[in-house]
C-alpha cells in the first residue's frame, strides 16, 4: 500500500505522538492559538502556533498534567497546515492525538503547547480545561 506523504501535513495520523520528558522551558507571550475536542477514543488538541516562535525544524510538544502540577512529560505533536487566510500562519498549524486515558479525570488539568528550535524551548501557550 502506497503512503501518501503530502496528505499528512493536511490530515495527520490518528494515533499519539512519541513521549518525551522537556527540561525547563521559558514562557512567552504569544498568539497562538489551543482547541481540543474528544474524536472516538482520543482527545484532540490543536492550533496555530505564532509564526514568530516557530521555525522550520521547531519540535512541538503538547503537555497535558492536572492543574498546577506539571509533570515536565509532553508528546510530540503533528505539524500540519492550519486553515487560515494568513499565509504566514497557514504554515504553523498544529495537531495531536492524545489517548482519553492521558487526560487526568475528574479534575481540571493544563494544557501547554511548546516549541523547541534552534532559538529555545518556549511556552507558547498555555490553557487550563475544567473537567465538569
Not at 53 to 60: G, H, M, W
Not at 108 to 128: A, H, L, M, N, R
Amino acid at each position: 500500500m502506497e503512503r501518501r506523504i503530502s496528505s499528512i501535513i493536511e490530515e495527520p495520523p490518528i494515533m499519539q505522538g512519541p513521549a518525551v520528558q522537556l527540561s525547563a522551558k521559558e514562557t512567552v507571550d504569544s498568539d497562538t492559538s489551543i482547541s481540543t475536542r474528544m474524536n472516538g477514543s482520543y482527545y484532540m488538541v490543536e492550533g496555530i502556533i505564532d509564526p514568530e516562535y516557530i521555525e522550520e525544524k521547531s519540535r512541538i510538544y503538547i503537555s497535558v498534567y492536572p492543574s498546577g502540577q506539571p509533570t515536565g512529560i509532553a508528546w510530540e505533536a503533528y505539524g500540519t497546515l492550519a486553515d487560515s487566510e494568513d499565509q504566514e500562519k497557514r504554515d504553523c498549524g498544529y495537531q495531536l492525538y492524545l489517548l482519553e486515558k492521558n487526560i487526568p479525570q475528574g479534575t481540571d488539568f493544563d494544557i501547554e503547547v511548546i516549541v523547541s528550535g534552534q532559538g529555545g524551548t518556549y511556552t507558547v501557550q498555555k490553557k487550563t480545561i475544567t473537567n465538569k
